[in-house]
Structure formats: structure tokens, C-alpha cells
């Protein structure tokens, strides 16, 4: 198999069903900026804790069953999609580490050791993919299970952020108005 095929040239390219679509329509940018975030999330593994790691490792699996979610737009029953399950493992992994958390008491600056910081990046960029999935939804019917993993996984990279640099022996800083 060949990496370049040329097929893209002219700004176009395939979806999942082999449908040709601007590079630039919303769908590409959503499932674009969710290889970004993946990219991005490998950048942080390993963080020197198992369990983040573990985790961390599941979540960028997630995110390629996003991106082939985004690139269909008529899925088949065999098709992967972002489900109920995927959500509801998000959540589980924030309460466990919120156990292991102070509450916070006030907003947080994204700080901390590298792999902290690098884990709150990670944050800004899901807000962004699910912004970018949030438009597509204006132009076009998507697996809304697709848009809540992405809000349910921001919180969960904040938490998961904050676990790190505590573990990591680094202070939460409160932002200064």
C-alpha cells in the first residue's frame, strides 16, 4: 500500500462511504481536529503513572472510533460509532480520580509538570474538536453520542490533568484578577 495516492490534490478527499468532499467542510475539520487531539494525547503517554497511561491509551482507541464515526455520514449497524458506553467509561474514570482529588475551590491555571501541562493542552484542544462537531451538527444530522464523549472527555482531560501534577508532587494555581 502505497502513502500517497494524489487523490487529494485538488482539495478533495474520500469519506468512509467514498464520498468526495472538500478538505475544508466541516465534517473533515471535525474529525481533523479529533487526529489532533489523539496526536497530541500520544505526546503525553507515557506519563509515568500506569493507570493514566492505561487510560490514556483507551481514550486515543475512542477517538479513532470518533474519527470513523465523523468520516461516515450514513452508518451501517456494523460500523464503528461513539456509544453510551463510551461516555459512561469517561465518567467512571473522573469519579475514581475525583476520589483522589482535593475539590476544587476556584478556577485552576492549565500548569503543572510537563505531562500535567501537556494533559490540560490536550483539554483545549477536545473543546475545540467538540466546537468543531457542534458545527457539523448545524449542517448535518451526527451521532450526538460523538458530541457528548467529546464534552464528557474535556472534563474528564482536566481531571485527569490535575491527578498527574498532584501525583506529580506540583501545586494548583489560582488564576489572579
Not at 29 to 48: H, K
Not at 149 to 170: C, H, I, M, P
Request: net charge negative; aromatic share 6%; glycine share 6%.
Amino acid at each position: 500500500m502505497t502513502i500517497y495516492t494524489g487523490r487529494g490534490d485538488e482539495g478533495e478527499t474520500d469519506l468512509r462511504d467514498m464520498t468526495r468532499v472538500s478538505k475544508a467542510s466541516h465534517r473533515i475539520e471535525a474529525y481533523g481536529v479529533v487526529d489532533e487531539l489523539n496526536a497530541l494525547i500520544g505526546t503525553v503517554r507515557p506519563t509515568g503513572h500506569e493507570d493514566v497511561d492505561e487510560r490514556l491509551e483507551a481514550i486515543q482507541n475512542h477517538l479513532h472510533v470518533l474519527q470513523a464515526d465523523f468520516a461516515n455520514p450514513d452508518a451501517d449497524e456494523d460500523d464503528p460509532v461513539v456509544r453510551d458506553d463510551h461516555v459512561e467509561t469517561i465518567e467512571e474514570w473522573i469519579d475514581d480520580y475525583d476520589e483522589e482529588l482535593e475539590p476544587l475551590t476556584s478556577f485552576i491555571l492549565p500548569t503543572g509538570s510537563e505531562k500535567g501541562a501537556r494533559i490540560h493542552h490536550a483539554r483545549t484542544v477536545c473543546r475545540r474538536a467538540e466546537r468543531r462537531a457542534v458545527a457539523l451538527a448545524t449542517e448535518e444530522p451526527i451521532n450526538a453520542q460523538a458530541i457528548e464523549y467529546l464534552n464528557r472527555l474535556s472534563d474528564g482531560l482536566f481531571t485527569f490533568a490535575r491527578v498527574v501534577n498532584q501525583r506529580d508532587g506540583e501545586l494548583e494555581e489560582e488564576p489572579t484578577y
